[in-house]
């Protein structure tokens, strides 16, 4: 009896403008180099300059931004999984399914909400010599297939941080997200995505 293959822990969404079809062949290509065609989709951005500005105080890019994470999560919540999100210059490694699958089995979505592999921080000398420690550790294992052992997971609550390249939200997460982002876009965006997230976190 042939044996049945493991249900993906997550799947993933990866954020592209029609016009940016450059972007989507690169991004393509990395996918199919890893072999993570069949687990991760396009979204279809939208764009900020179909919308109406409103209320809003943000560009348009961001606006569109915006409404781009948003419709990212709602597609989350209809296939019922968690999800790893992504914009489409984010860059995949060998480590990106594992480290996202090992994570996700260990628990850390029952303990946070949203799972950031990729955000900017506003670090000090003693943060920077840390995370230049847990870099090269990391690195001097390149060959060796990591899990999230392997890495310093640091709560964000107290962290003055920037960027959604990157992230994993958990499918329970969604709805407590999703409501978040409606509450800001029924005023009008005033905040960029990632910064009314890192606000709200």
């Given amino acids: 009896m042939p044996q049945q293959e493991t249900p993906a822990l997550y799947h993933g969404l990866y954020i592209n403008l029609e016009r940016s079809a450059g972007r989507r062949a690169r991004f393509e290509a990395g996918l199919a180099r890893l072999v993570l065609s069949s687990r991760y989709s396009r979204l279809s951005a939208v764009d900020g300059k179909s919308l109406p500005a ?3 105080t943000i560009t348009q890019g961001q606006l569109g931004c915006f409404h781009s994470h948003v419709r990212a999560l709602e597609e989350a919540r209809r296939r019922g999984v968690n999800v790893h999100i992504l914009e489409d210059d984010a860059i995949l490694s060998t480590h990106t399914e594992p480290v996202i699958s090992n994570a996700i089995a260990s628990g850390l979505l029952d303990r946070f909400d949203i799972l950031f592999t990729d955000t900017l921080l506003d670090c ?7 995370m230049k420690g847990m870099f090269d550790k990391t690195a001097a294992s390149a060959n060796i297939p990591l899990k999230i052992s392997d890495f310093q997971v640091l709560d964000l609550a107290r962290q003055n941080f920037a960027c959604l390249t990157s992230y994993v939200a958990g499918v329970k997460s969604i709805e407590r997200i999703l409501a978040l982002y409606r509450r ?3 005023q009008g965006p005033h905040t ?3 910064l009314y997230i890192r606000d709200a976190v």
Avoid: V
């Fill in 192 to 194: 960029p995505a990632d």
């Fill in 184 to 186: 800001e876009l029924a």
């Fill in 124 to 130: 000090n000398a003693g943060m920077l010599k840390a």
């Fill in 54 to 56: 409103g209320s809003s």
